[in-house]
Every structure is written in structure tokens, then in C-alpha cells.
């Protein structure tokens, strides 16, 4: 795994988030909810910020300047995003990168969630339907972890 920004955030409570590609509006809306109850908490949240509700939590994380670990199912970034180099200065960010692949695909996905909630101390997921990748996750967590996980 590569990285860039503040390894530090490793050491606090990580908290997963995932959403599926496809959400209702009202999904949508209490994932936005939590984004923003999350914000007046010390915990770290981390996610691939892939799909568009998880890019959406981001930017709002971003502005509230809440710490966050993004993983990228593909290399590390050749340049910085502006607002992600900001967070990286100010010490609220970390990016890691799980694969050297040049493009993001299904395999580097799946590799990727299931790293970021492999570090996790707890799950929140948008709801999904069954032929979501997050609901061999889900179940495998209720039945198989210690890791609290929520659908929100």
C-alpha cells in the first residue's frame, strides 16, 4: 500500500462508509444526515468516496473540515487535487492506494471496500439491493465479525 498525508489518522476511531451506485432520494438524504452528525465527532472516516453519494459525503466532509482516509482501488494520484492537497496540509487527510492498476475496475473495487473495512471500527452503509457487492460485505460482517455495522 502506498500513502500520502497524515499516517496519525490511523491511530483514531475509523469509521467506514459505503454506498451503493444507485440510491433513493430519501437514502440519499440520511446518508447526507449521518454525513453531517459525523462532523461533530472526532472519529475518521474512511471510504473510496467512489460511487456518487460517497463523492457527495466527501465534499461535505471536506468542507467541514472533517479528517477522512480515502483508499483508491487504483494507483496514487499523479497530481493532487486542489481540495485534497488543502486537507493533506492541514493534516486531516490520508490517501492510500491498495492497487498499482491505472484505471479503477469491479476486482480493484471489491479489493478496495474490503480493505477499508478490514481497518475499520465500525460500518455505515447506504442501503443496497442483494446483487450488491456491499451485500456479500453486510453479511459477512453481521455473521462473521466483531465490527458493528448499520444501514442507514
Known sequence: MDSLGNTDLWERHLVAFFASRSVTP????SCIA??????????????????PLEKRVLRLLLE???P???????????????????AIDEGRMLIVSVRNNCRHSNDSAETRNWNVARFADEIFMSPFDRNSLLSTMHYTYTHYKDVPITIL
Open 68 to 86: 477522512v482516509i480515502l483508499f483508491l482501488g487504483r494507483a496514487m494520484y499523479k497530481r493532487i487535487p486542489a481540495e485534497y492537497q488543502e
Open 26 to 29: 430519501e437514502a440519499e438524504n
Open 34 to 51: 449521518w454525513a453531517k452528525s459525523v462532523c461533530k465527532t472526532d472519529s475518521v472516516i474512511i471510504s473510496g468516496f467512489h460511487s
Open 64 to 66: 467541514h473540515k472533517h
